[in-house]
């Protein structure tokens, strides 16, 4: 398992990086990374192909509704090695994050490669505008961030389409008049798989998207329902005792009770109450970094055996209660988990988010992701992750609303936002359809235990329907689980869906 092992420095390396940033950004809808393989490429015919990390510029829009402002370079990459002439083009995004590392997706260790190889296509990675180094600005102010929309992000994989001459041999004739291109996509990306779809019909032929958080929700505590439901019961259990705790001590003002809680997770120094509660939830969004071959050791479940292994001895599904719930979180943070998440900063500059003056609110320089992406949560995509309304069970407080993360808007781009901005969510909705898509050859693939689920056309209780023409497949997976070769290996049902997807595939080519 030499994936797994990387996957999780990896995942490593970007908890260190998220450290000082804060909570709005953890729960991000990021596609998984996957290592990059080092083996070299060569075509059908034997031709020596270059490293899958070469990169290549292509001059798009800078503004779909104004092409006289110009070309910016947006970067993109190549694999070809089972390229024949006349085969499609698998186009895929990671959406939003800096695409350089995601060039493993170009291989058939991922679902993307595993279509290019059995249909002799070629594959191309493509970077989002204003991630990475693919900026129609230098800068992020919110100025330049006008231009970062779903609708620009939708023209510029059409343009790309229609006027990209690939680097490939014949590169410069697969426009879509004569060659099919597929749309691969995976969470933010297996949404904008679905939109572009919908919005631009006849461009892509055919589309594969994972996880697709298809219906922008802004009041979005669905993230946890499937971890409440798969996390290990006593974990869970023990998890609401402490939130109920928490939310009861807080309606009624308990100020010594709420200090002496925030004491037992070393975290005292805390100012603001919604700013603990969101530390809390921390715990949960490690869920996320969950594969089907992830290994025992990762922070998610360290954190359940920290809360209910005692001296070997595991709770019944009805945890340890609240008192020793309490003890076992507060030093699993304190022990552990702080030094994690925050290095050597304080609390407050760490987890707080009411000091304007932090220089992470305005540092506008490019390849920042967390801005980047924020820019779209305030403005359309919402997906608050917050605590669930009353009368359903929370293993996050209630104190968490998107009244939270909205004033983070206004201090993250006070020259947008002169106070806590609504996403445009329905609006998006109504534009792309959301839960409501229909298209021609679009394959949804969703997974059981992924926390973006309700958000997806496998949302509980939805029942969308399942057609040859759009087919909805669901495994047992985490987030975007079907992407990964290595998940179908490991999971039978995972398997399913892919060979699924795969067969799709290969039935509306022939069509072609
Ligand atoms: C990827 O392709 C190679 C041959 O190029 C093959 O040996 C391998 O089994 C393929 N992997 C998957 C997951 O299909
Ligand atoms: C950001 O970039 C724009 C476009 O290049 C430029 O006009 C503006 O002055 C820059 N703003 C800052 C604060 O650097
Ligand atoms: C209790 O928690 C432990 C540690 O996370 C887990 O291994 C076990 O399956 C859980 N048992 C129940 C009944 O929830
Ligand atoms: C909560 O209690 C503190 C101290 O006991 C007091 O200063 C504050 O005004 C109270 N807040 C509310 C909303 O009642
Ligand atoms: C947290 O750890 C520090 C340093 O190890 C220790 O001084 C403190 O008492 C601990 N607090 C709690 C609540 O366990
Ligand atoms: C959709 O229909 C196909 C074909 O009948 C079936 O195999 C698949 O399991 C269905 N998907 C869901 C989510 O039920």
Redesign the pocket.
Known sequence: MVLTAVLASLLLVSFADAAIQNAMLRGRPSLPKIPIPERTLTSPNGAALPPITTVYYFDQLIDHNNPSLGTFQQRYWMDWDFYEAGGPIVLMTPGEADADGYQGYLTNDTITGMIAQQQHGAAVLIEHRFFGYSNPYENLTSQSLELLTIQQAIDDLVYFVETADLPMPGGDNVKPDTTPWILVGGSYSGALTSWTMVNKPDVFYAGYASSGVVEVITDYYGYFTPIRAYM????SSDVQAVIAYLDQIYAVNNTAAIQSLKDAFGLGDLLHIDDFASALQYNLFDWQSLQPFTGPGSMF?EF??A???KNGV????TGWGLETAIYAWGSFWNTTYYAYVCGDLDAETCLGTYDTTQSYWSDISINNAGRSWFWMVCNQVGYYQVGPPEGQPAIVSRILQPNYEERQCANMFPQKFYSPPAPSASEVDFMYEGWNVKVNKLFFANGLRDPWREATVSADGLYKLNTTTQPIYEGGGFHCSDLIAESGIVDETIRTVQMAGLEYMRTWLAEY
Not at 314 to 317: E, F, G, R, V
């Open positions: 290990p019961q006593n974990c479940f359940c055996d809360l209910e292994v595991s709770a019944p599904a």
